[in-house]
């Protein structure tokens, strides 16, 4: 099949007042910079876990519970400050939202018990929620019309990046330096204080109107050619951050279930794994057509599943970081294909509003599956709920590929263009 390169954004009315391509391109940078960093600050408690297990005698369920108070709190804001930037600009939300990341990044490096961890997480989630809508949707605001897709492709593979970078840092400092722990949120507080300042002298890239306050109330408004491609690949969707959330919070007590003498860093790498799989795909796929990457990316769902449980039967641990590395790879495929099906063409006030709608779905489908997987290791045990967790998956996958071929025969039938669909 032909790549389709995505068309770019309507164009920004307040993009002129960047001045030079220079000074775009150093924005862009910045907020790509900042998707990262925001990612990257999510993921690095991961390895911290069995740490905080060991030394607070906490649950598996506990610290589910740790990291969905985190997801949560990002859909919360998601819902209620997604659309702000859309009425305030970009530059103010992102100023106090990376605040108050900063402030949420010293608290969880003085964290003392469980009570301390879930308030540092909530508020980083709230912080994290704000920022990252301001934050992708500057990024489409600021696409090049030389460069069309750019910034979907950022808004995909930034993330991810982040997500591997950070969980790798925090692995290796759990590894190699256990006493200086608390320097994995210090340098992120003093990165967030910087972006915050660097913030302040870009020039505002979307013009402020009314109904700021109107805005904070919950709700989710997505245009409907963008409702339309979310619907189509929102199962898809649910499938691999459900598959995140899974090695992101039960990840590491996995690695110790099928490798009990390998040390605890190694809990961690399994999340790296995923995250930095999904990272290269997302480059990989970049010029592959937006359904082609979504359907392929679901079909890998059903293998990585089952690897990841040929662990728990004998395989060992390579077989678990290979699931984790076909989850990534599913992860990758899935989430830049449906954001390109989803932002492609947004004029610039459905931009905020669009991109938050879709990490509210992901967000609720990496944190609520992750609890229920948290309590049933409890009841049941981890291998019973990793067992079920992976058909959960798989299903989610078939019914996935399904909804594309509908949505896809759907089109067809009513444009006779094939090459048209997301």
């Known amino acids: 099949m032909p790549a389709v390169t995505p068309r770019a954004p309507a164009p920004s009315p ?34 911290l876990y069995p740490h905080y297990q060991a ?38 939300v992102l100023a106090g939202a990376l605040a108050l990341e900063a402030l949420s990044m010293l608290m969880l490096a003085s964290a003392d018990g469980a009570g301390a961890l879930i308030a540092a997480r909530i508020l980083q989630g709230a912080a994290t929620g704000a920022a990252t809508s301001a934050a992708g949707a500057a990024l489409l605001d600021l696409e090049d019309p030389l460069r069309p897709g750019r910034s979907a492709l950022t808004n995909s593979v930034a993330p991810v990046a982040g997500m591997a970078a950070g969980v790798l840092a925090s692995t290796l400092l759990v ?92 809990g961690g790498m399994v999340f790296f794994t995923l ?58 495929a899935v989430s830049q294909g449906a954001l390109r099906m989803t932002l492609t063409g947004l004029p610039e006030r459905d931009r905020a509003a669009t991109l938050a709608a879709y990490y509210v779905l992901s967000y609720l489908s990496m944190s609520l599956p992750a609890v229920a997987a948290g309590d049933a290791t409890r009841h049941y045990g981890l291998a019973t709920a990793t067992h079920a967790y992976a058909v959960a998956a798989a299903l989610l996958a078939v019914a996935a590929l399904g909804a594309l071929a509908a949505a896809r025969r759907s089109r067809r039938g009513a444009q006779g263009d094939p090459d048209d669909l997301p």
């Open 55 to 92: 030394a607070w005698g906490l649950s598996a369920l506990t610290i589910t519970v740790v990291f969905s108070a985190y997801s949560l709190a990002l859909l919360l804001a998601l819902l209620t400050t997604g659309s702000l930037s859309d009425h305030l600009g970009r530059r103010p």
């Open 275 to 332: 995250t930095a799989a999904a990272t290269l795909t997302v480059w990989t796929l970049r010029r592959t057509a937006a359904h082609i990457a979504v359907t392929g990316g679901s079909l890998v769902v059903l293998p990585a599943g089952a690897l990841a449980l040929s662990g728990l039967h004998g395989a060992g641990l390579p077989a678990v970081h290979g699931g984790a590395a076909l989850a990534g790879i599913a992860f990758g």
């Open 14 to 47: 307040y993009r002129a007042a960047l001045g030079n391509t220079g000074r775009r391109t150093a924005a862009f940078a910045l907020n790509a910079s900042i998707l990262a960093a925001l990612l990257a600050a999510s993921s690095a408690p991961t390895p």
């Open 175 to 266: 590894h190699f330096a256990p006493a200086h722990m608390a320097g994995i949120y210090v340098v992120p507080a003093v990165l967030f204080a910087a972006q915050a300042v660097a913030v302040a002298f870009t020039a505002e890239t979307a013009r402020p109107h009314a109904g700021a306050l109107r805005s904070l109330r919950p709700q989710l408004a997505v245009p409907p050619p963008a409702r339309r491609a979310l619907l189509a690949a929102g199962t898809a969707v649910v499938a691999i951050w459900a598959l995140g959330g899974f090695y992101s919070s039960l990840g590491p007590a996995l690695v110790h279930l099928v490798a009990p003498a390998a040390p605890q860093a190694a």
